[in-house]
Nanobody, 115 residues
């Protein structure tokens, strides 16, 4: 069973930056895409950013120009660099890895943007 472990969340002031990491417990084969989702209190989980196997990326409109998703294929790790953070970015952020056969999720990491 593969486990995804997120790290890098925390409390940051508006305008600040955080870098989230998601590491897999073992090598994952046949990855279709890796991504980050978030869920704010009282809201549905939403896509933040994804990177597909070919390397192209897609972002939610609300984070374009501020967030950057990247990956380390050798380590099966995906990152989310978050700059110019806003209070509305406050949420639990979840890592997701989709393969041909499986859909893996991390346990989530809290990001709080507040002064």
């Amino acid at each position: 069973q593969v486990q995804l472990v997120e790290s890098g969340g925390g409390l940051v002031q508006p305008g600040g930056s955080l870098r989230l990491s998601c590491a897999a417990s073992r090598i994952i084969y046949s990855i279709s895409r890796m991504g980050w989702y978030r869920q704010a209190p009282g809201k549905s989980r939403e896509l933040v950013a994804v990177i597909i196997s070919g390397g192209s990326t897609n972002y939610a409109e609300s984070v374009k120009g501020r967030f950057t998703i990247s990956r380390d294929n050798a380590q099966n790790t995906v990152f989310l660099q978050m700059n110019s953070l806003k209070p509305e970015d406050t949420a639990v952020y979840y890592c997701n890895v989709l393969t041909v056969k499986y859909d893996y999720w991390g346990q989530g990491t809290q990001v709080t943007v507040s002064s």
